[in-house]
């Protein structure tokens, strides 16, 4: 009569009580009728033996559940669902009373500590949990409960692999009048998450660094380039003074000696500027850099910076047209 899908399992369970000397055990499982009809029934079995312990009688009481079980169905599958949900969550949740005794817990709290369930089952694991553990769920426990409300927070503890970082959520729990019957807690896991924290923390603190080092080496280096530029610079103001002789103004190599210090004059101004643009960026950096607003042309300015070009754009042969026949002026933004 019992149904092919369950009677296996129907079969598994008798034998598991006859191996334990269970005498009395109780079923739920579907039969077929006469008529082909499928109905669930619970069977409460039983078990009759001789003096010698040899089975005699099983006598039965089956109560067809039909209407029962699909009544229920809903609730079932939704404490299933919530079952399934609980102990395959990689987080710890367990309930306990308002005596701190374990209600029920997932077996992830097991798999941690390597502690079987049943003996954690209706104690409340004081005595087979280390002592630092212990305090810490005890103190969260009661501080949702005495809060009537969630408590959350962070805490490390202390597994067989190592310090874990945890996220946990206490939660009371009550009855439908609002009586307090216990707490439910759920401990996340976030040790990764705490070390990659730390880690861009540390990378944060060595980039920081890398640029103060560098903010710190660009002004030295800005001063020690611009200090020799001076000197440089009057030394050509000399050289000109110096071709501008009237004797020396007749030698047929005078003027390309004029175009010579021409370039090199231009050289010595690029050179300056590249070495104010320094000190501006660690002026920038150390927050030092003060702008002020002034007439500019823009025609003008692109005008000039197409000219440092021109020597390095005719060096590859390239050329480059500037269309600018207005000034275009407007107040900017200087140091």
């Not at 009688?57 to 299933?80: V, Y």
């Not at 280390?130 to 959350?152: T, Y």
């Not at 190592?162 to 959520?169: D, E, R």
């Not at 660094?209 to 710190?216: K, P």
Request: with cysteine.
């Amino acid at each position: 009569m019992v149904h092919p899908d369950d009677r296996e399992r129907v079969i598994g369970e008798i034998a598991a009580c006859a191996a334990v000397g269970r005498d009395r055990f109780e079923q739920e499982y579907r039969v077929v009728c006469g008529d082909g009809r499928v109905r669930w029934v619970d069977d409460r079995t039983a078990i009759e033996r001789d003096a010698a312990g040899r089975i005699c009688h099983h006598r039965s009481i089956l109560a067809d559940i039909t209407e029962k079980r699909a009544a229920d169905e809903p609730r079932r599958r939704s404490e299933e669902l919530l079952r399934a949900i609980v102990e395959n969550t990689t987080a710890i949740v367990y309930a306990k009373d308002t005596e701190r005794r374990i209600l029920t817990l997932n077996r992830r709290f097991a798999e941690v500590w390597g502690i079987p369930l049943a003996e954690l089952i209706g104690t409340t694991g004081d005595q087979v949990l280390p002592a630092e553990i212990v305090e810490k769920f005890r103190a969260s426990d009661l501080k949702a409960m005495a809060a009537r409300a969630p408590v959350q927070m962070e805490m490390t503890l202390p597994q067989p692999d190592g310090v874990h970082t945890y996220i946990s959520l206490k939660v009371p729990l009550c009855d439908a009048s609002g009586v307090l019957y216990g707490v439910c807690g759920i401990c996340t896991d976030i040790t990764e998450r705490v070390e990659a924290q730390k880690e861009c923390e540390r990378l944060l603190g060595e980039a920081q660094e890398a640029l103060r080092v560098r903010d710190e080496f660009l002004s030295i280096a800005s001063h020690e380039l611009k200090t020799p530029l001076t000197p440089l610079r009057l030394h050509m103001q000399l050289l000109r003074r110096h071709l501008s002789d009237p004797a020396l103004a007749v030698h047929p190599r005078t003027q390309s000696f004029y175009k010579l210090l021409e370039i090199s004059n231009q050289q010595l101004e690029r050179l300056t500027k590249l070495v104010d643009d320094l000190l501006d960026v660690s002026r920038i950096s150390a927050g030092q850099l003060a702008m002020q607003l002034e007439d500019v042309d823009l025609s003008s300015l692109a005008r000039d910076t197409a000219e440092g070009f021109c020597q390095e754009l005719s060096s590859v042969g390239s050329c480059l047209s500037l269309c600018a026949s207005e000034p275009v002026v407007g107040r900017w933004g200087g140091a």
